[in-house]
């Protein structure tokens, strides 16, 4: 982590106030609003929520917005297992090619009017426009039309095994929301789901509310990851944007706020000491975290220049930097984690215990690098990657690379990203993200998995002896199967480097003792379920 000289960073003054042992105060500048006594009502701060539509943006944020105001055909519980959600009964023929979906009962949107067939139709093919599920489905699908107003098909061309487990991708939005282009935003924010969005008292960048919508009908089953029975427990969720994890966390002591998803590494030993507060890892698994660089933009338009920065990065650097001397993170090699099923160690002898910047520094030169600029997106109110990102423009500088950092929120990033022009038109070279490891051995409905060019996440790469193993993946049906081709995938993937890993690491949520009953979910937080003691 680069510091200014003549200052001593947080981390520092944290770790001189425990050594001495005085407790850390931080002052609040929250208490002109309204405090949390009230138990019906849940603050949560959770990052910065600018991208509402997850058809367009595919952001953890954006996707914990629409599992509030948004409900599925089917839910995966704790184990990745799809169950019916709005679906009330389904069958397949005997040729297992034709799917009939029936609606369940009592399902109606926000404005009053009820769930129909079409609405589910329109929602599954704008949403397989783009995602990388939905892609494998249009591919292989003859029709999908609406057969009543509560019933709806799909026929295939050849069976699809993956069906339900690709059915519980996409949110249902009304008829005429879902008829808009996947790359044009639904701002309507009107779904069928266990909260309504509070439009009158939305403050974009500041707090969004969210309103227990007393007309859902929740499941009869008990609730099981994002599957089950959505029961809310509390009238009302509040979404605070607070950047500044001092003044979050000063708010979470003093009671102005219930919930804090990603709390610094550095002030944990603040929030463990105060016993009205808790930390909790609900994502066992953890999350890895990578750096994506743009496949169509100089310098990494050039396989030679991706190939460097994975001989470039010093993954135990990389860590301290984002997260000091912690218990909480470790290196990662596989494309698929360090602890999944499909966990392995094809191609992986890049890996260096420090690194190797001269092997990079060579590969660069390869690549024929003449100079260009390399813009790395830094997310400021996301601390751990923001001193990551720091930390890689000065080993790229250090190597003659002209890196510089683009300083922005989350928001800001999710905004750029998106943009596959040059730097200089306002573009990128690469952004610092995470994902839940648990996510990676799913290989059908993940994004980041994907190398099909234009129709691929951020950075567009494109492999054509990839895809082909990555589409297979839906008619495997053993898991020896599926390592086999976990091992072939691996081994392109690691030739190709879309993406760097710069290590793995298992982030607890912070917590006032009074909110309890939280679903614990790879990325998602869901509203539903939990439930608030009066002070």
């Known amino acids: 982590m680069r510091l200014i000289e003549g200052k001593i960073s947080r981390r520092g003054l944290i770790q001189l106030g425990i050594a001495a042992g005085t ?69 397949v023929s005997d040729d297992r090619k034709t799917y009939t979906f029936e609606l369940r009962d009592g399902l109606g949107w926000h404005d009053g009017t009820p769930v129909t067939a079409a609405d589910c139709v329109a929602s599954i093919r704008r949403w397989g426009q783009v995602a990388a599920a939905g892609q494998l489905l249009m591919s292989r699908a003859q029709d999908i039309s609406k057969k009543d107003d509560r019933t709806f098909i799909i026929a295939l061309k050849e069976p699809l095994g993956a069906l339900l487990t690709i059915l519980t991708g996409p949110f249902i939005m009304r008829e005429k929301d879902a008829s808009l282009s996947p790359t044009e935003q639904v701002t309507a924010n009107i779904g069928s789901g266990p909260f309504t969005f509070n439009h009158a008292l939305a403050k974009p960048g500041a707090s969004l509310t969210y309103d227990r919508n007393e007309k859902y009908i929740p499941r009869n089953e008990p609730a099981d990851g994002l599957a089950g029975g959505k029961i809310v427990k509390v009238d009302r969720v509040i979404w605070e944007n607070i950047a500044d994890q001092q003044t979050a966390i000063a708010a979470l002591q003093a009671g102005e706020v219930d919930f804090l998803s990603l709390p610094s590494i550095d002030l944990l030993p603040v929030i463990e000491s105060d016993p009205n507060l808790e930390l909790q890892v609900l994502d066992k698994a953890g999350q890895d975290m990578f750096l994506r660089m743009n496949c169509l933009q100089k310098p990494f338009d050039n396989v030679k220049a991706r190939q460097a920065m994975l001989h470039l990065i010093d993954q135990e650097a990389m860590v301290r930097a984002g997260f000091g001397d912690s218990k909480y993170v470790k290196p990662v090699t596989s494309m698929f984690g360090n602890e999944t099923p499909l966990s392995n160690n094809e191609n992986t002898e890049w890996y260096k215990k420090g690194g190797d910047p001269e092997k990079a520094k060579q590969l660069f030169k390869e690549a024929g690098y003449a100079g260009e600029k390399v813009v790395i997106l830094q997310s400021t109110d996301w601390a751990e990657a923001s001193n990551m990102s720091q930390l890689l423009a000065a080993t790229l500088q250090k190597i003659g690379v002209n890196a510089e950092l683009a300083p922005s929120d989350w928001g800001g990033l999710v905004a750029r990203r998106n943009k596959n022009v040059s730097v200089e038109e306002g573009g990128w070279s690469i952004f610092i993200t995470s994902e839940a490891e648990a996510n990676f051995p799913q290989v059908v409905t993940n994004p980041i ?79 539903w379920n939990m439930q608030k003691a009066a002070a």
């Open 449 to 527: 998995l994907q190398m099909n060019g234009s129709k691929a996440w951020y950075g567009w790469p494109q492999n054509d002896e990839y895809e082909p193993l990555r589409t297979k993946w839906a008619d495997l049906e053993t898991l020896e199967e599926r390592r086999a081709v976990a091992r072939k995938m691996q081994r392109i993937w690691w030739d190709y480097v879309p993406q760097v890993l710069l290590g793995q690491f298992v982030q607890p949520i912070a917590r006032r003792k009074t909110l309890t009953g939280i679903i614990g979910f790879p990325s998602y937080i869901p509203f």
């Open 23 to 91: 407790a850390l105060s931080i002052p609040s500048v929250l208490r002109a609003q309204t405090p949390t006594a009230d138990a019906r009502t849940v603050r949560m701060v959770m990052g910065s929520l600018t991208a509402f539509d997850p058809v367009v943006a595919t952001s953890d944020v954006t996707h914990m917005h629409a599992y509030a105001i948004y409900d599925k055909l089917f839910g995966p519980d704790s184990k990745f297992e799809p169950h019916p959600q709005m679906v009330g009964n389904w069958g």
